[in-house]
């Protein structure tokens, strides 16, 4: 089980406000950085939004990694599914998987895509940007299975528990 807990709330209000904005309109993907190994520029939290014809805000800080995640997102964006990746960012943009490599010698970026759509998405964001907005003490949880959708906890609460020895992103919002 990995659960990392990290703070990056200076690009997240602008971040999700766009994410508001973009449910309106249909579903749209939300890639999380995830972890990282070997000689990477991303870092752990960086996020990027695609919706539509390959549109997309946010920041990944390699343009290879940010290819591939949003060639990646039309499949999520079409199936729902959400997909782990491991990302190869030197020259070869293509070198992606779904497993992480276990040489620890291969640089790598681990990112979830996640398609975020309809009442429970929307109301997902508004409870983030009200926290952001107000500066409320809670985290935002991304569990890393498919078939579970990410939610806000107050940062004292117990439900961390409901992970039960799976993956997930934890995110201070406050």
Not at 32 to 48: D, F, H, N, P, R
Not at 49 to 54: C, I, Q, R, S
Not at 115 to 124: K, Y
Request: net charge negative.
């Amino acid at each position: 089980m990995t659960q990392m807990t990290v703070n990056t709330k200076a690009s997240s209000l602008e971040l999700f406000s766009c994410l508001s904005d973009q449910l309106s309109q249909g579903p749209v993907v939300l890639a999380i950085v995830t972890a990282t190994q070997g000689q990477v520029t991303s870092q752990v939290g960086e996020k990027l939004l695609v919706w539509g014809d390959a549109q997309s805000t946010g920041s990944l800080t390699e343009n290879t990694v940010k290819a591939t995640v949003i060639t990646q997102s039309f499949s999520v964006l079409k199936t729902g599914i959400s997909q782990r990746l491991a990302i190869d960012p030197g020259n070869n943009m293509f070198a992606v998987s779904s497993v992480p490599n276990a040489d620890k010698s291969t640089d790598q970026v681990h990112v979830w895509l996640t398609r975020w759509q309809g009442e429970n998405a929307i109301a997902t964001v508004q409870d983030t940007l009200a926290a952001l907005k107000t500066h409320q003490p809670c985290r935002l949880i991304v569990p890393l299975v498919t078939g579970q959708f990410p939610y806000i906890i107050s940062r004292d609460s117990p439900s961390l528990r409901n992970l039960q020895g799976q993956d997930a992103y934890i995110e201070d919002l406050s």
